[in-house]
Nanobody, 121 residues
Framework: HVQLVESGGASVQAGGSLRLSCQTS????????MAWFRQVPGKEREHVAA????????YYADSVKGRFTISTDNAKNTVYLQMNSLKPEDTAMYYC???????????????WGQGTQVTVS
């Protein structure tokens, strides 16, 4: 079993920055993809970014390219999402997810954190 715990969500003004963290623990040997999704009430969960832990390849949604950066610190078992130039439309609950394979479809991910709220005004 794999546990994911997000942190770093906050309320910020447009143009500001935040860094989200996702601490992983448990049987992570099978995990080769870490991702961030976000969801607004009443809408589907949206893929934001992902990183393949074996090859280091990163994936980004078009809406965040050039503004968000996903990275990992294997020594700390942590994945980060650096968010710059935040916009009001970035407001959402942000979720960390893990799975053996990367996919933009949230239904393909087997492990999820509880979420951390980001509000941009």
């Amino acid at each position: 079993h794999v546990q994911l715990v997000e942190s770093g969500g906050a309320s910020v003004q447009a143009g500001g920055s935040l860094r989200l963290s996702c601490q992983t623990s448990g049987y992570t040997y099978s995990i080769h993809c870490m991702a961030w999704f976000r969801q607004v009430p009443g809408k589907e969960r949206e893929h934001v970014a992902a990183v393949g832990e074996t090859d280091g390849i990163t994936y980004y949604a078009d809406s965040v390219k050039g503004r968000f950066t996903i990275s990992t610190d294997n020594a700390k078992n942590t994945v980060y999402l650096q968010m710059n130039s935040l916009k009001p439309e970035d407001t959402a609950m942000y979720y960390c997810a893990a799975d053996p394979y990367c996919s933009p479809d949230p239904s393909d991910f087997g492990y999820w954190g509880q979420g951390t709220q980001v509000t941009v005004s």
